[in-house]
């Protein structure tokens, strides 16, 4: 069975500084990977996903995640993070032709002015 | 136009009540999905539909039953509601290609 770890349970971080999330995962076959941002009391927004091609994924709002096979890791990046990046983040991932999505314990993230 | 929706919002109920979410999606995808958020923020999958039918059935209570009319609409009727159901729960459609849209989510309280 899939399984998705974050060791990061709560980062703090002030305004400027870089950030890199930490996204495990453990199947051993053709993944896909998705980082989603939930905004205090909101839903769940898509921020990037990887099927296939360049491990350097771009997502939306500057984040950005790199593929690591060979380390089962997909880490989340922001050279620069803004007070409005204060949020939950969740990795997940689905295999290939089964599209449940798997998700991890999420990272709380809290940007200090 | 609001792709995944769900109604209500927020749903308030005491023990034993039974009560219905509703899911429409207007994206056109065949797969729908219920997930569950607990308090402490994990997310983890109930069900899943493609084109009605049932293919995901995670280790739920049977007091939850999922119903899909139709391949844009997934309901989630639970009987006998306890209050470890309290939580948050997400409609997603998939859609090959393009991937997962998620509901804003229901905040169900039992009280």
């Known amino acids: 069975a899939q399984s998705v770890s974050q060791h990061n349970h709560h980062v703090i971080l002030s305004e400027a500084a870089s950030l890199e999330l930490g996204c495990n995962y453990s199947?051993?076959?053709?993944?896909?990977l998705f980082w989603y941002v939930q905004y205090p009391g909101q839903h769940l927004q898509l921020l990037l996903k990887y099927f296939s091609g360049d491990p350097l994924v771009k997502g939306i709002k500057g984040f950005e995640a790199e593929f690591i096979k060979s380390k089962f890791s997909f880490n989340l990046r922001k050279p620069s993070v803004q007070w409005s990046d204060t949020a939950e983040y969740f990795c997940a991932t689905s295999n290939f032709g089964n599209e449940k999505l798997t998700f991890g314990t999420g990272t709380r993230l809290t940007i200090i002015p | 136009d609001t792709a995944v929706s769900q109604t209500p919002k927020y749903l308030v109920t005491q023990m034993g009540n039974d009560k219905s979410i509703k899911c429409e999606q207007n994206?056109?995808?065949?797969?729908m999905y219920w997930y569950k958020q607990d308090s402490k923020k994990f997310l983890k999958i109930m069900f899943s539909y493609n084109n009605k039918e049932l293919i995901i059935n995670e280790t739920v209570p049977n007091r939850f039953s999922p119903k899909s009319p139709d391949k844009a609409h997934l309901n989630l009727h639970i009987n006998s509601l306890e209050l470890g159901d309290s939580a948050v729960y997400f409609c997603a459609s998939f859609g090959q290609g393009y991937g997962y849209t998620f509901g804003s989510g229901t905040r169900l309280t039992v009280v």
């Open positions: 199947y051993g076959g053709t993944v896909n």
């Open positions: 994206l056109g995808h065949d797969t």
